[in-house]
T-cell receptor
Framework: GENVEQHPSTLSVQEGDSAVIKCTYSDSASNYFPWYKQELGKGPQLIIDIRSNVGEKKDQRIAVTLNKTAKHFSLHITETQPEDSAVYFCAASYSMNYGGSQGNLIFGKGTKLSVKP | KAGVTQTPRYLIKTRGQQVTLSCSPISGHRSVSWYQQTPGQGLQFLFEYFSETQRNKGNFPGRFSGRQFSNSRSEMNVSTLELGDSALYLC?????????????FGPGTRLTVL
C-alpha cells in the first residue's frame, strides 16, 4: 500500500523567511496530494492541494510542487508569519471517478513549524 | 456555509465500554470519512461512507464500525474500548465530484479511555 514520508519533523524559521516541507510517496498510482495545517485543538485545515496532471500550484504565500517521476512533492511558504506556526501534514491518495472509492488519504507524520517573530 | 461538526467534542470512558461519535458533514457533501489521530501513529484512515454505503475501510479491528444516514450524517461506534483507543477521532466530508477528493475536517472528538 501507499506510504508517505515527510521531512523535516520540526522546522524553526525567522519571521519573513521561507519554509519548505518535503514529502515522498511510494504508490505511483496516487493522483491527489493535499496539504493540511493543524493548529492546537483544531482539526486539520486544507490549505492547498495538487493533482498529478499539474506540476506546480500557487496560492498567495503558499505553493506546492509535484515531481511524479521522483514521487515527491513539496510545500513552500514564503514570507512566513507567526500565525503560520502549526503542524503541517502532507497526504496522498488515489481518487477514482465519481461513484467509486475516492481513496483514503495516507498522511505523513507531520512537520511542526515554528515561526519566530 | 457551516463546516463539519462533530459531537461530542470530548469524551471520557472506561475500558470495556462502548462509545458512539457523531459527524454532520458540510451541507451538500455526501461522502464522510473517519480518521484516528494519535501521537504515535499519526492520522490513520478508519472508513469512508458515501450514499449510506461503506466504500472503503482501513486496517482497524471489527470493534470499530460506522454508518451513514440518508441525510449524510454519520456515526462511528467503538465497542469494548481499550486504553489504546484513546485518540482524536476526526471526521472529514467531501463533495465527491468526478475526480474530486477535497476532504474538509471537523474539529474532532477527543476520546480518553481510562
Amino acid at each position: 500500500g501507499e506510504n508517505v514520508e515527510q521531512h523535516p519533523s520540526t522546522l524553526s524559521v525567522q519571521e519573513g523567511d521561507s519554509a519548505v516541507i518535503k514529502c515522498t510517496y511510494s504508490d505511483s498510482a496516487s493522483n491527489y496530494f493535499p496539504w493540511y495545517k493543524q493548529e492546537l485543538g483544531k482539526g486539520p485545515q486544507l490549505i492547498i492541494d495538487i493533482r498529478s496532471n499539474v506540476g506546480e500550484k500557487k496560492d498567495q504565500r503558499i505553493a506546492v510542487t509535484l515531481n511524479k517521476t521522483a514521487k515527491h512533492f513539496s510545500l513552500h511558504i514564503t514570507e512566513t508569519q507567526p500565525e503560520d506556526s502549526a503542524v503541517y501534514f502532507c497526504a496522498a491518495s488515489y481518487s477514482m471517478n465519481y461513484g467509486g472509492s475516492q481513496g483514503n488519504l495516507i498522511f505523513g507524520k507531520g512537520t511542526k513549524l515554528s515561526v519566530k517573530p | 456555509k457551516a463546516g463539519v461538526t462533530q459531537t461530542p467534542r470530548y469524551l471520557i470512558k472506561t475500558r470495556g465500554q462502548q462509545v458512539t461519535l457523531s459527524c454532520s458533514p458540510i451541507s451538500g457533501h455526501r461522502s464522510v470519512s473517519w480518521y484516528q489521530q494519535t501521537p504515535g501513529q499519526g492520522l490513520q484512515f478508519l472508513f469512508e461512507y458515501f450514499s449510506e454505503t461503506q466504500r472503503n475501510k482501513g486496517n482497524f479491528p471489527g470493534r470499530f464500525s460506522g454508518r451513514q444516514f440518508s441525510n449524510s450524517r454519520s456515526e462511528m461506534n467503538v465497542s469494548t474500548l481499550e486504553l489504546g483507543d484513546s485518540a482524536l477521532y476526526l471526521c472529514a466530508s467531501s463533495l465527491r465530484t468526478s475526480g474530486g477528493s477535497e476532504q474538509f475536517f471537523g474539529p474532532g472528538t477527543r476520546l480518553t479511555v481510562l
